[in-house]
């Protein structure tokens, strides 16, 4: 899916991503999604991979050290926001071709 859900409020956003979270456990589906949103995949995935620009390349390829489908508490957790953190750092060095490796969300 490339960026689903861009054009979405906050809210709208937020509830389809409940429902993907709650539809996973039934149906055991493999999404890739492409997305510019470090807080939507750091929601919705159990892996994060960033990308470089041309030639896109990856940098850093960070697990979810977290239960999946995650909780609904999940974006106040502590290990969300250190995955934000990883992911952000990991784009921002991504324009420069600084590989980040391999790394994992604490």
Known sequence: ???PFAALDEIKCQRL?????????AQRFTTLFVTQSV??????TQ????????PGRIVADIA???LYPH???WRRDGRYHALCRAASAAL???????????????
């Not at 991503?17 to 456990?25: G, Y």
């Open 1 to 3: 899916m490339d960026e």
């Open 17 to 25: 991503n409940a429902d993907l979270l709650a539809l996973w456990p």
């Open 39 to 44: 807080f939507g995949a750091a929601c919705l």
């Open 47 to 54: 892996r994060v991979t960033v990308m470089s620009l041309r």
């Open 64 to 66: 979810v050290d977290a």
């Open 71 to 73: 909780a609904d508490d």
């Open 92 to 106: 921002q060095a991504a324009p420069a071709g600084v590989a980040a490796g391999t790394t994992a969300a604490a």
